[in-house]
């Protein structure tokens, strides 16, 4: 019962090249960086990845991408790093594009034994039509394109039917893991970690502490420890970033000297002055 490695480098030794792989994490906001520093150390490549993005040009997942490892994405935004948008473009890149809900539904239905679902998102658009291209030629050409979605309407309304998803592995980050797996998340990091973590036949968490079982109250755990195989203590402090830090000017008396100067004591007044 006792799902606690070593080491991050140990968690990821058996994870193969051409390996399924998802990835929670939005944007930078609870990305397993320690997992994915680790799996970019062995040279494992041709990995096909699910995740909401696919980090920025030298954190999280870009640091697989940038070092060609990454085969396949299928993500549901991907705009803030730019070697993810040359390697697409120039053909050495596979992407699936899919509607955030839905990935995050393909996920969830993956991991609780759903084959697939009907959605109305994308009725109507090239979701359901065919043709968004996930391949490119190095000419600039489409060399792979996305099928058509079968359809079925329900009460006069059309919907498409989406395939769950499920991976060889999954890598997680959670705030606190118990030694059984039991898992809880800090407010927004929580995003796609849970459903990464049902959907994957093997599933890595780096909790930032890990707990004794029992410690964890019943009906704080977010992720119950049944979907965890390995569990690894990350150090919290050293691998957060903000991915864009947006600040506006201080306003005339306000700020760190506006504070000083409030909290200062008046000056006394001569017997004259008063």
């Not at 099928?147 to 309407?153: A, V």
Request: hydrophobic share 45%; glycine share 12%.
């Amino acid at each position: 019962m006792d799902k606690v490695m070593a080491a991050a480098a140990r968690a990821v030794a058996d994870i193969p090249d051409g390996a399924t792989l998802a990835v929670g994490g939005f944007g930078l906001c609870g990305i397993p960086s320690t997992l994915i520093a680790a799996l970019a150390e062995t040279g494992v490549s041709g990995l096909r990845v699910v995740s909401n993005n696919c980090g920025v040009d030298d954190w999280g997942l870009g640091l697989l991408l940038r070092a060609g490892r990454i085969a396949r994405m299928t993500s549901s935004y991907v705009g803030e790093n730019k070697e993810f948008a040359r390697q697409y473009l120039a053909g050495e890149l596979e992407v699936e594009l899919t509607p955030q809900g839905t990935l995050a539904e393909r996920l969830r239905a993956g991991g609780s034994g759903i084959p697939a679902f009907y959605t109305p998102a994308g009725v109507g658009t090239q979701v359901e039509e065919g043709g968004l291209p996930w391949r490119h030629r190095a000419d600039g050409g489409v060399a792979l394109a996305s099928p058509p979605k079968e359809t079925r309407e329900f009460g006069g309304r059309r919907y498409l039917l989406e395939e769950a998803i499920t991976a060889d592995f999954a890598l997680v980050r959670a705030e606190v893991a118990d030694r059984h797996g039991n898992c809880v998340f800090h407010a927004a990091a929580r995003n796609f970690n849970p459903l990464c973590a049902m959907a994957g036949q093997v599933t890595l968490v780096e909790a930032e502490r890990v707990v004794e079982p029992g410690e964890l109250p019943p009906d704080a755990v977010h992720l119950p420890g049944v979907y965890v195989d390995r569990v690894i203590a990350v150090d919290h402090s050293l691998d957060k970033r903000i991915e864009r830090r947006t600040v506006r000017p201080a306003r005339p008396g306000t700020g760190a000297a506006a504070a000083r100067t409030a909290a200062a004591p008046a000056p006394a007044l001569a017997p004259e002055e008063k």
